[in-house]
């Protein structure tokens, strides 16, 4: 396979003197997901384009073997890669290479005080909660990009007279990080609202949103540089199930995102700047069927789409393809088997992988396999026959845990 290089790495983006660290805090993360074999294998994420900055993730995403995959399909593997080994370890690492290196710690969630403390935190730790709350989009997105939304009393949630016109959208309202769609909930009916009512109990309060009658549902990235630059880094289509939940991109050579939308997301992340961060950002952008564009959701961090749209350039040219499913698959046989197929759609070139998780090297025996990447095809299509070809060969796409 030709060699594949990312448009810049993430060392590029967010400088020197840091390290970076994607886990899932396990006591700040009501809003994502919760088992010890999900949360690491999402630290596989940006494996492909660290470049120069260290990076501290799961072992069971940064074995021998897994990091080999990556090189035999022309992909680079970071310069410098630490390990953990379970979720106390991973506070233990993260504690030791703050002494060791010397280096604050770019995160991907926000994290406790006591675990990671404010002066070793790359921005500010009340910063990240503000632009990633969902309460706060009002404060930050000019009126006439916001969708119809009002945030309310979860104890109001029954009472509340206007909402009567269903479907309704729900979100959580926390200064904890969330994604992925953990923390939202599609209300199509009056008689679900207790229900949601119980599911969201631990807040004081959610965003009650209209429901958008979406053409083109989008992640624009962003990186902001240290120096305040903003440069786009692309477009992804993003693949949500009925009920609300992320289930990986569409990546598409020469895709078409409207001016408009990527110069709000510019001054968004420009925005984020002046309030003190830098590094990766993902503005979710719903070009409407009548033609107007609401912005729903910022993400002041890596997502899911990130590697992928650094990559897709590269990837593209050295496979011939057009476009690609980013998507996130469950393993029924054994990683060594799961690996043998993945080496096979490589050679095919219908597979380019982004990372994998082993559970018994990861200590976590008995949770299945992980293999995340971009099932590539000329055409849409295309790539729907190579998913099926992997699901049959037990590596299924059929649930995601990517987190955006």
């Known amino acids: 396979m030709a060699k594949i290089e990312p448009l810049m790495t993430m060392a590029e983006i967010y400088g020197k003197d840091l390290f ?9 993360s009501d809003w994502l997901p919760q088992d010890e074999a999900t949360i690491d294998s999402l630290t596989a994420g940006q494996l492909t384009i660290m470049g120069e900055l260290p990076v501290l993730c799961a072992r069971g995403v940064s074995t021998r ?27 233990d690492m993260l504690s030791g290479l703050i002494s060791v290196l010397g280096s604050s710690v770019a995160v991907q969630h926000v994290h406790m005080c006591d675990d990671l403390p404010v002066e070793s935190s790359w921005v500010r730790p009340d910063l990240l909660s503000f632009l990633n709350n969902k309460g706060n989009l009002a404060a930050l ?25 269903f479907p309704l959208v729900f979100k959580a309202v926390t200064d904890q990080s969330s994604g992925g769609g953990c923390d939202v909930v599609i209300c199509r ?51 949500v199930d ?21 110069e709000a997301g510019r001054q968004l992340a420009a925005e984020g700047f002046t309030r003190g961060f830098w590094g990766c950002v993902g503005i979710d952008v719903a070009v409407l069927n009548n033609g107007g564009i ?25 496979t ?28 095919d070139k219908i597979f380019l992988p982004l990372g994998s998780y082993d559970p018994v090297a990861g200590g976590q025996k008995g949770a299945p396999s992980r293999l995340s990447g971009l099932v590539l095809g000329e055409n849409r299509t295309d790539v729907g026959r190579h998913l099926d070809f992997l699901a049959k060969r037990g590596v299924g796409s059929g649930q995601n845990c990517h987190i955006d």
């Open 294 to 318: 609401c912005v729903y959701d910022l993400n002041f961090r890596v997502n899911g789409s990130t590697a992928a749209l650094l990559l897709a350039d590269s990837i593209f040219s050295a």
């Open 242 to 262: 009925d009920r609300g939940n992320y289930l990986g991109n569409w990546i598409e050579k020469g895709l078409q995102v409207p001016d408009e939308a990527v």
């Open 65 to 91: 073997a897994g990091l080999q995959l990556l090189e035999t399909a022309g992909l680079p593997v970071p310069a410098s890669c630490y390990q953990y080994a379970d979720g106390q370890d991973y506070f």
């Open 141 to 165: 997105v000019p009126e006439r990009y916001l969708p119809g939304r009002e945030v309310v009393s979860v104890r109001d949630l029954t009472k509340k007279s206007r909402l009567k016109t």
């Open 189 to 239: 009916s009056a008689e679900e609202l207790p229900a949601i009512e119980r599911l969201f109990s631990s807040c004081d309060q959610v965003v009650a949103e209209e429901y958008l009658d979406i053409g083109q549902n989008l992640c624009l990235n962003y990186a902001v540089f240290p120096t305040g630059e903003v440069t786009f880094l692309g477009a992804a289509e993003q693949v």
């Open 320 to 347: 011939g393809s057009r476009v690609a499913r980013l998507c996130s698959m469950k393993s029924t046989i054994s990683y060594e088997a799961m690996l043998e197929v993945a080496y096979r759609a490589i050679d």
């Open 20 to 28: 970076y660290s994607p886990r899932i805090p396990s006591n700040m």
